[in-house]
């Protein structure tokens, strides 16, 4: 069993920055890939980024390219999703999810992003004003 838990969200004025962690515990984290996920008022959950065990491959959404950027310290179970020049679409709670079933990172992420995810973070709001 793992425990996926966020921090790091807030209140920030579009242009800012924000750092979220997701801290795992449990199992060994560097079995897992790892994705973050967000959904807005009123909307689907969507994929955002995501990193394979190792942290050797990274992938973006395209609404979220060059701005935000994921990474992982398997030695302290956490993950990372840097996140500058922030807009206000951004608004969202942001969720990170875990997996370790498949060692194929793409099909992790496609596994993921239909929820089919082995583990979810409770989530953690980031609200970008304008």
């Known amino acids: 069993q793992v425990q996926l838990v966020e921090s790091g969200g807030g209140l920030v004025q579009a242009g800012g920055s924000l750092r979220l962690s997701c801290v795992a515990s449990?199992?060994?984290?560097?079995?897992?890939?790892m994705g973050w996920f967000r959904q807005a008022p009123g909307k689907e959950r969507e994929f955002v980024a995501a990193?394979?065990?190792?942290?050797?491959?990274?992938t973006y959404a395209d609404s979220v390219k060059g701005r935000f950027t994921v990474s992982r310290d398997n030695a302290k179970n956490t993950g990372y999703l840097q996140m500058n020049s922030l807009k206000p679409e951004d608004t969202a709670v942001y969720s990170c999810?875990?997996?370790?079933?498949?060692?194929?990172?793409?099909?992790?992420?496609?596994?993921?992003?239909?929820?089919?995810?082995?583990?979810w973070g409770q989530g953690t709001q980031v609200t970008v004003s304008s």
């Open positions: 449990g199992r060994s984290f560097s079995n897992y890939h």
């Open positions: 999810a875990a997996d370790s079933r498949d060692s194929r990172f793409s099909f992790t992420i496609a596994t993921m992003s239909r929820g089919g995810a082995d583990y």
């Open positions: 990193i394979s065990r190792g942290g050797s491959s990274t």
